[in-house]
């Protein structure tokens, strides 16, 4: 039996991070597998990646649910069979409960587009642009309550270049994305990281 750790990737449209972490997955002595993808919209492009790489997937609709909670039990539940022991939110558009984050403290990370604490929420690219920083980039963090707030793991950082667009600046740091996510959870499945309150000390 491997003894990679399992993962679950969660997304909600174009998948280019899931595409970035199956690659990873798949290059010899990688230290984490996929064992599921979910989406919570069946539109969702990047389930092609799943298909494409022969991991199991499903759509699991919100619009399905009552509640957040009924919606956020139904993944749990899901991703509790499929054998997941961890979970990469790649792009995932709805905020999880705080039950969900409580069963799944320290085994949750999310990528977020922006140099976090700087530009929490969406359109974090415009915000760069107008705020006139000279440096934006992605962070991959531990997902806590508080939304775009938890322990960071890994960051990658672009310079911003004053005839960027909200399109050229999106395209430098997604390259990026790609090799912080990889970077974390090579991290996070060697186990060389250490919590300590809201900072993660990492090695290796
Ligand atoms: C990325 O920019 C990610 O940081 C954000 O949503 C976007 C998802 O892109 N959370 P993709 O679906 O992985 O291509």
């Known amino acids: 039996m491997s003894n990679k750790l399992k993962v679950a990737v969660m997304i909600s449209g174009?998948?280019?991070?899931?595409?970035?972490?199956?690659?990873?997955?798949?290059?010899?002595?990688?230290?984490?597998?996929?064992?599921?993808?979910?989406?919570?919209?069946?539109?969702?492009?990047?389930?092609?990646?799943a298909e494409e790489y022969g991991v199991p997937y499903e759509v699991i609709s919100h619009k399905d649910f009552e509640s957040r909670i009924d919606f956020d039990m139904t993944i749990h539940e899901h991703i509790k069979k499929s054998g997941a022991e961890f979970i990469c939110l790649a792009g995932f558009m709805r905020v999880l409960s705080n039950k969900f984050t409580e069963l799944w403290k320290d085994k949750l990370v999310n990528i977020h587009p922006s140099l976090l604490p700087s530009f929490k929420g969406v359109d974090t690219h415009r915000q760069a642009l107008e705020t006139g920083v000279k440096y934006h980039g992605c962070?991959?963090?531990?997902?806590?309550p508080d939304v775009d707030s938890g322990p960071?793991?890994?960051?990658?950082?672009v310079p911003v270049l004053d005839d960027d667009t909200i399109e050229t600046l999106e395209a430098r740091c997604l390259e990026k994305e790609h090799i912080?996510?990889?970077?974390?959870?090579?991290?996070?499945?060697?186990?060389?990281?250490?919590?300590e309150g809201n900072k993660v000390l990492t090695w290796g």
């Open 14 to 49: 174009r998948g280019s991070n899931l595409k970035a972490l199956l690659d990873a997955c798949d290059t010899p002595n990688f230290p984490a597998e996929i064992v599921h993808v979910i989406s919570n919209k069946k539109t969702a492009k990047g389930l092609r990646y």
């Open 139 to 144: 962070t991959v963090h531990f997902v806590v």
């Open 152 to 157: 960071i793991i890994v960051q990658e950082v």
């Open 180 to 195: 912080a996510y990889r970077r974390a959870l090579r991290i996070i499945a060697e186990g060389k990281f250490k919590i």
